[in-house]
Each structure stands twice: as C-alpha cells, then as structure tokens.
C-alpha cells in the first residue's frame, strides 16, 4: 500500500522560497508519475506541477511556470517542489499525489489516485 508523507511547509515572506518534500512509501516508486497540488481555503483543489516516473518530463499550469520546480529522487523515493518568489495567493495546502503510470505528466493529472495529507504553505504580504 503506498503512502505518502508531505513536509517542508511553513511561513515565509512574499519573494521568498520554500521546498516541498513528499516521502512515498511503498514499493515501485520509479513506476509512478508524481504531483503536486494545492487548495487555498474556499476553494478547490488546483493542480501545481506532475513529473514523469522517469523524472525527464514535468509539466505546469501557468499560474506557478518559472516560479516552481518539480523533481525527483527515485533513490531516495522521494519528489520535491522548490518553490521560488512566492506570493500571497501561493497560500494554501499542498498535496503530493501519486498514480502508478507512465503517461505524459501533462495528461496523467486526471488520474492521481494516492494522496498524502498536505503541509501548510502561508505567504505573507
């Protein structure tokens, strides 16, 4: 059964960075594509960034392009989110998903199906 452990959140100043970290536990883990999500409060969930099982594509939506960076370690079964310039409305949840596939990040999004129970990420004014 495959797990995943958030950390890394935390509060900081509008500008600055944080990295997000996401422990999968579980066996096959260079067999899952990887992704980031995030929901502010009120809203709905929104997809942040995915990576390829391989880690040699990633893909994502515009709102973070340049700003975030998603990779992976598959030795150490663990996927980061370096988070840079950081604003205000990047306040919110931040959730690691998993989905065992070796689609495209840009098309897997649909199908993540394991999800770790997010870190907090506050970006204040």
């Known amino acids: 059964q495959v797990q995943l452990v958030e950390s890394g959140g935390g509060l900081v100043q509008a500008g600055g960075s944080l990295r997000l970290s996401c422990v999968f536990s579980?066996?096959?883990?260079?067999?899952?594509?990887m992704g980031w999500f995030r929901q502010a409060l009120g809203k709905e969930r929104e997809f942040v960034a995915s990576i390829s099982w391989t880690g040699g594509s990633t893909y994502y939506p515009d709102s973070v392009k340049g700003r975030f960076t998603i990779s992976r370690d598959n030795a150490k079964n663990t996927v980061y989110l370096q988070m840079n310039s950081l604003k205000p409305e990047d306040t919110a949840v931040y959730y690691c998903?998993?989905?065992?596939?070796?689609?495209?990040?840009?098309?897997?999004?649909?199908?993540?199906?394991?999800w770790g129970q997010g870190t907090q990420v506050t970006v204040s004014s």
């Open positions: 579980g066996h096959a883990f260079s067999r899952y594509a």
């Open positions: 998903a998993a989905v065992l596939s070796a689609m495209d990040p840009k098309y897997v999004i649909p199908y993540f199906d394991t």
